[in-house]
């Protein structure tokens, strides 16, 4: 009797198990056709970042496609910048930029500023007040996300960029 319960067990499981499931968009990776990487950040996870001294005041991020892919970078379409809470919902609407950034052949370079970020929105330059007044505190991340159009037409936003601010 316990043979056939255990018999019965791995067949009903195996059963269960050998279903194919069938996901949605939502619980996909949505990977494009074209990656877009961060040139020069680290990567320790997720997100690539940049450590910038808060004293420098100015950085740039290097967004670049491969070569192979046959693809140019036409332009930063649109770029966001904020706490590391932005997501890509926020990045069809955003102004962080007033124009378009032109692309050079794979690459196209963001140059910003921590005075630029702090004039971009009332909660960004709290964040870096913030910052700055709490002594306690050494390093700050803020994050970018971007817009990448290509030659094509193609649209992109790639996974959100940091900045570590550190004092």
């Given at each position: 009797?316990?043979?056939?319960?255990?018999?019965?067990?791995t067949l009903t499981a195996s059963f269960f198990s050998s279903c194919e499931k069938n996901y949605t968009e939502l619980y996909s990776d949505n990977r494009p056709d074209v990656p877009v990487t961060f040139e020069g950040a680290t990567t320790h996870g997720f997100n690539p970042f940049i450590e910038v001294p808060l004293a420098q005041g100015n950085f740039s991020l290097t967004l670049t496609i491969p070569q192979e892919s046959g693809r140019q970078i036409r332009e930063i379409t649109r770029a966001l910048g904020g706490a590391t809470s932005i997501n890509a919902g926020g990045v069809r609407a955003a102004t962080y930029i007033t124009s378009p950034i032109a692309g050079n052949g794979n690459r196209v370079v963001f140059n910003t500023s921590v005075t630029a970020f702090r004039a971009s929105s009332a909660a960004n330059n709290t964040l870096i007040q913030n910052f700055i007044n709490n002594a306690a505190l050494t390093r700050l991340e803020i994050a970018f996300m971007f817009l990448v159009t290509l030659d094509n037409g193609q649209e992109i936003i790639p996974v959100q960029a940091r900045v570590f601010l550190v004092k």
């Open positions: 009797m316990k043979k056939y319960i255990i018999i019965m067990l």
